[in-house]
């Protein structure tokens, strides 16, 4: 293998599922690698195909079309060396209700061909419940642990057999801010390592900080794919926040994004801001609280979702 084969290669993947109502096709003509090293997003609304393409990658489902392949090990005709490069945090809480942490980590290296009667793996064990806040939990069974905690142990089974590929599909969806610290921590820790790190996730500013590179989904095809912060600079580069009690001016609306009382919206330079606060001295709106920022990756994302033809 040469040390230029991609971690991850997705060459024109389709997948189609039958229905009652006919066939609906799920991904398109996905095409693109992820290097070795990488912390690579993988983003889009629900419904985008992020989780079918990551069944496809994990032997979950299979592509009706095109080929993917882990450090050149193809997912259907060389599944067992594909799945032993990969460790998948999956979206779901799946537990096996009758062993100890410790118990699932060693049955979860087993299926790896992990010994359990091996010092290192043991110590490997210790050392990702000691990283992932799971150590006094060691010798707890699953059932008495909180929905937070099984997640933790969800990483720690995908990590277990020390995998070069970590593929993490919305890790922190509904946990608290701590594990979010604690788990970032550690993964983006394991990718100075080395480790290549695939994220799928809504919450835009974890991919913005942690992803050098984001591929973007919509209705099954890759609409943006790009560099971060290439991304950031190729769109509308200032944002204005504020609050108000009042509605925006019609003409601002298709350029904003309200949430309660806090407006905002997309200005590509100092002559737009100055027409959106004159649109909103005309119209009445008098901002509260008023910042002028850059956009952020939700800015983007909207803006890239938006743009993208039907």
């Known amino acids: 293998m040469s040390d230029r084969t991609p971690a991850i290669s997705f060459q024109n993947v389709g997948k189609t599922y039958g229905s009652a109502h006919g066939a609906v096709r799920a991904l398109t003509d996905v095409s693109f690698d992820i290097a070795p090293g990488e912390f690579f997003g993988l983003l889009g609304p629900n419904g985008a195909g992020k989780t079918t393409l990551i069944s496809i990658l994990a032997g979950l489902a299979r592509a009706s079309s095109g080929r993917v392949r882990v450090h050149g090990h193809d997912v259907v005709d060389d599944y067992a060396a594909a799945r032993r490069t990969l460790g998948i945090v999956p979206q779901e809480l799946v537990f096996d209700p009758f062993f100890s942490v410790r118990e699932a980590l060693r049955l979860q290296g087993g299926y790896f061909g992990v010994r359990v009667d091996k010092k290192a793996n043991d110590d490997w064990i210790d ?60 993964v983006a820790r394991l990718n100075r390592e080395g480790h290549t790190v695939l994220l799928t996730t809504h919450y835009l500013e974890e991919a913005e900080a942690l992803c050098g590179r984001l591929a973007m989904l919509k209705q099954g095809r890759v609409v943006a794919l790009d560099r971060t912060s290439a991304l950031l600079a190729g769109t509308a580069s200032t944002m204005l926040r504020f609050k108000t009690d009042k509605p925006l001016p019609p003409s601002l609306a298709p350029h904003s994004r309200v949430t309660g009382r806090i407006a905002q919206i997309t200005a590509h330079d100092a002559v737009e801001v100055e027409q959106v606060l004159a649109t909103l001295r005309n119209a009445g709106v008098v901002p509260e609280d008023l910042e002028i920022g850059r956009a952020d990756l939700e800015d983007v994302f909207l803006e890239i979702m938006q743009g993208v033809v039907q």
Do not use: C, Y
């Not at 933790?152 to 701590?178: F, N």
């Open 127 to 186: 050392e990702l419940l000691v990283n992932l806040g799971l150590a006094d939990k060691a010798n707890a069974n699953m059932r008495q642990l909180s929905g937070g905690m099984k997640r933790r142990v969800l990483v720690a089974q995908a990590l277990v057999h020390r995998p070069p590929v970590i593929v993490l599909d919305e890790p922190t969806a509904g946990v608290d801010v701590e594990l979010r610290q604690t788990l970032w921590q550690f």
